[in-house]
């Protein structure tokens, strides 16, 4: 009895503390001091909180959404979604070596990824040495996914359906920046576990990078032995916006078990290009990013799976609206839209030498509200148009979707 | 003051929206644009099954970690019968081996199907040396049911294997062996041991169950146990698939709706179903059938147009593969059913691929291959005035 009520006292004098932490002993911890930032910065480039001497900070974020999306006529109605609920832990374990974690919750507890947690060390600024769960650098979207950063509630269709992000990987690589005046320089290189053969043999009926995100093993071992490269390069200047050129190949079946061939090595090869930049005057932000796939596809496989693939978005961003409202001070309203276009199977059928579809085309007009530049709440509609592999009439997509995401 | 104008505007906007959900969707085309959806009078268990075989039909994809190949043609229900319409030639099959009525000599050299693609680091099947083959484009698996409940009866009743009536066509059944796990339907007419077969290009298939458990397993390489030798090596092998999931998905293939005839009022139609009926098409398509008794009330004793008769005619040696199956000669084929021809295009990328094979790119090409039986209609339709040729097209794509 006597430990049972010592433990209740411990238990309520602990809560009691942790209700007393004064405000001002949370703080956040020093942030990449670069001076300009970049895609390859956003995993640092997140608000984190410090309690006291913590040797850790903490920070996170949470998008939550309604929609109503229709079909042809047909619609599963109202749809209520906790998409993802995200934990960041970072350490600046000593000077010049820090570490980030990103563990993220989607559709409730339907998916529990560890999306990032790596150990950087800096050597220079233009040498650093990264490893552990890396996000592979191909496009921008891969690197800067968190959902308060977005106008839009959906992922872009290329950047998911088509690249998979988030994709992420064990491995190792390098990175760095320069300088010089009104420029930026960097470049990221890693050497990662990589795909499988699900790219190919998948329930989506399509070559589908993304199906690989569900070989869990891959945290583990390599499906074949076969690194991953992935490679980006980009600069940016001030006044013009930043521009991306990546890569990421490698081999992706098993070739061979235990000694035995099993089939000839086969390769893919993810060429991307993005940009962005704002506007003088307008403020008006446009982001762009456009891929390439090529996907090694046996010839006595079915042209279900297309060899070659490509897609990308574009979203334009103007604030209408600056000033405080609402009694948030910097609160912005923002009227934006996103173009996008996916063909997962760039080729002609070897039977009538017709074009193969099998692509999608959206638009999304969306409204967006931000109380805060951390926190978001949008309004989208959202319009696709959907066509098959033999190029029947397009299927139509559409509806409303609301939602918020925040950091915190 | 602007604040709440702005709060005013935003709950105008979301009233707005939230009361007008339904208006920002897409509108569903008509119900006689699309193939795919029930019969009319489904009992609410009736709508569960149909709809977990649509799911498995449509849904359900192969892979080799659920069982497709190693062989194969396609790998999904839905690759070889978009939106449940007429195929395209890219998941055409290839039947080969048979080139008279004694049965396939090549069955143990891997007929009667060929399966043109495989798995990765397999080898998909040649066709063997001296084997005949015929090209099949997957047909529509509209209105199945009524083929499946139209009594043998009536079949019989459109047959005229000696020509009768002297008018130079003599359709006839195909009399063919059934499976082990072919359910006999009640009136079946049976001749010296076989069956009337009514599914199929040839009509060499029994039923429903047998058409579908055979498309798993020549098409996909996915064994049941109904079929249950492998496609690759011959040898017997655990199913891959449910018996359950088989069964769903006949019974959305026996509970598809018939395909809705369009314009059905319009005068060039109404004339050009005249046009079809004097050249004597309606002869071998025939016009109208009543279903028989079944245990889906929705399709006992129904009338439907399906615009076949179910059997073989002679169509001439520009259709003659020489290949067959059943008993059927090499130049028979069973009459192609006409509903949903209109539709066609929708299903099979925008443009026609007619005939067993796809060969003919337009109606007009269609009905130019005809020949044998249909040699006499044939003629009458080239020596048609233009403008009754354009509405007997007009009526055919209506249908």
């Known amino acids: 009895m006597k430990k049972l009520l010592t433990l209740f006292l411990v238990v309520l004098l602990a809560k009691q503390g942790f209700a007393q932490i004064d405000p001002d002993l949370l703080r956040a911890p020093d942030r990449d001091s670069a001076r300009i930032k970049l895609n390859m910065d956003a995993v640092y480039d997140r608000p984190f909180l410090q309690v006291a001497k913590l040797p850790v900070a903490l920070g996170g974020y949470a998008e939550a959404n309604y929609q109503y999306l229709g079909a042809d006529g047909l619609t599963e109605g109202h749809q209520f979604q906790m998409r993802r609920f995200t934990l960041f832990v970072s350490s600046g374990i000593a000077k010049r070596i820090k570490f980030l974690s990103e563990l993220e919750f989607e559709d409730g507890t339907k998916e529990i990824n560890i999306e990032f947690a790596s150990i950087d060390f800096e050597f220079n600024p233009l040498l650093n040495l990264r490893g552990g769960i890396v996000m592979n650098p191909i496009g921008a979207f891969n690197q800067n996914h968190d959902g308060p950063k977005w106008e839009f509630v959906d992922r872009p269709i290329s950047a998911t359906q088509m690249l998979p992000a988030t994709w992420s990987n064990v491995g190792f690589g390098i990175f760095g920046k320069k300088y010089l005046k009104n420029w930026v320089y960097a470049y990221e290189a890693y050497l990662t576990n990589g795909f499988d053969e699900t790219i190919i043999a998948n329930s989506e009926n399509r070559t589908f990078l993304p199906a690989s995100k569900a070989n869990r093993d891959r945290f583990e071992e390599s499906?074949?032995?076969?690194?991953?490269?992935?490679?980006?390069?980009?600069?940016?200047?001030?006044?013009?916006g930043e521009l991306g050129l990546s890569y990421m190949g490698g081999i992706y079946n098993k070739f061979q078990d235990?000694?035995?061939?099993?089939?000839?090595?086969?390769?893919?090869?993810?060429?991307a290009i993005d940009f962005n930049t704002v506007l003088p005057k307008l403020n008006t932000f446009i982001n762009v990013e456009w891929a390439w796939v090529n996907v090694d596809v046996p010839a006595t496989y079915t042209e279900q799976f297309g060899s070659n693939q490509q897609g990308g978005f574009i979203d334009i961003v103007q604030p209408l609206i600056k000033r405080p409202l609402f009694g948030f001070e910097r609160a912005v309203l923002n009227a934006a839209v996103r173009l996008e276009y996916v063909d997962w199977n760039k080729g002609k059928f070897s039977s009538t030498s017709g074009n193969i579809s099998d692509h999608i085309y959206s638009v999304v007009p969306a409204l967006s509200f931000r109380p805060t530049p951390q926190t978001v709440i949008r309004?989208?509609?959202?319009?696709?148009?959907?066509?098959?592999?033999?190029?029947?009439?397009?299927?139509?997509?559409?509806?409303?979707?609301?939602g918020v995401s925040t950091y915190f | 003051m602007k604040n709440k104008l702005m709060i005013l505007l935003i709950i105008t906007c979301l009233i707005g929206i939230g009361t007008s959900c339904e208006k920002t969707i897409p509108d569903a085309p008509a119900d006689d644009e699309i193939l795919d959806g029930p019969i009319e009078g489904l009992t609410p268990e009736q709508n569960r099954i149909f709809l977990n075989g649509d799911v498995a039909f449509n849904g359900d994809v192969f892979s080799s970690a659920n069982g497709l190949g190693p062989m194969f043609v396609a790998n999904s229900c839905g690759s070889c019968h978009a939106g449940d319409g007429k195929g395209h030639p890219f998941t055409t099959l290839t039947r080969f081996g048979q080139s008279d009525t004694l049965g396939n000599k090549f069955l143990l050299l891997g007929g009667p199907q060929l399966q043109n693609r495989a798995i990765p680091g397999f080898q998909p099947e040649k066709i063997p040396a001296g084997a005949t083959f015929s090209n099949f484009t997957p047909p529509a698996n509209t209105g199945l049911g009524f083929f499946e409940a139209i009594s043998d009866a009536s079949i019989m009743a459109l047959a005229d294997a000696n020509d009768a009536d002297g008018d130079g066509i003599s359709g006839?059944?195909?009399?063919?062996?059934?499976?082990?796990?072919?359910?006999?339907?009640p009136g079946t007419i049976i001749r010296n041991g076989k069956y009337i077969g009514r599914f199929g290009k040839k009509a060499s298939v029994y039923?429903?169950?047998?058409?579908?458990?055979?498309?798993?397993?020549q098409d996909m390489?996915?064994?049941?146990?109904?079929?249950?030798?492998?496609?690759?090596?011959?040898?017997?092998?655990?199913?891959?698939?449910?018996?359950?999931?088989?069964?769903?998905v006949v019974f959305y293939l026996k509970t598809l709706k018939a395909p809705i005839q369009r314009d059905q009022n319009n005068a060039d139609v109404i004339a050009g179903k005249q046009v079809f009926l004097n050249i004597s098409c309606g002869k071998c398509h025939t016009p109208q059938l009543q279903t028989g008794p079944s245990n889906i009330a929705a399709l006992a004793n129904k009338s439907f147009a399906p615009y076949t008769d179910f059997l073989l005619h002679d169509m001439g040696p520009a259709l003659d593969d020489k290949y067959t199956e059943g008993t059927a000669m090499t130049p028979e084929w069973r009459t192609p059913a006409l509903w949903g021809l209109g539709l066609s295009k929708n299903s099979q990328g925008g443009g026609y691929h007619l005939l067993h094979d796809g060969r003919?790119?337009?109606?007009?090409?269609?009905i130019l291959t005809h020949g044998g039986e249909a040699e006499q209609s044939k003629n009458k339709f080239?020596?048609?005035?233009?403008?009754?040729?354009?509405k007997l097209i007009k009526f055919l794509e209506s249908l």
């Open chain 1, 223 to 240: 499906f074949n032995g076969a690194p991953l490269l992935t490679g980006k390069v980009a600069l940016r200047n001030t006044k013009i």
């Open chain 1, 258 to 271: 235990d000694g035995l061939v099993l089939d000839e090595k086969r390769r893919l090869n993810v060429f």
């Open chain 1, 379 to 402: 309004l989208n509609y959202r319009y696709n148009w959907q066509t098959d592999l033999l190029g029947n009439p397009a299927a139509k997509l559409a509806g409303f979707q609301f």
């Open chain 2, 172 to 185: 006839r059944p195909n009399w063919i062996n059934i499976t082990q796990y072919s359910q006999i339907r």
């Open chain 2, 207 to 217: 039923d429903l169950l047998q058409q579908t458990a055979n498309a798993y397993s």
């Open chain 2, 221 to 248: 390489g996915v064994n049941s146990t109904y079929e249950h030798y492998s496609t690759y090596d011959n040898q017997e092998i655990d199913p891959e698939i449910s018996n359950q999931k088989v069964l769903d």
């Open chain 2, 360 to 366: 003919a790119k337009t109606i007009d090409q269609a």
């Open chain 2, 382 to 390: 080239q020596q048609l005035p233009s403008n009754e040729k354009a």
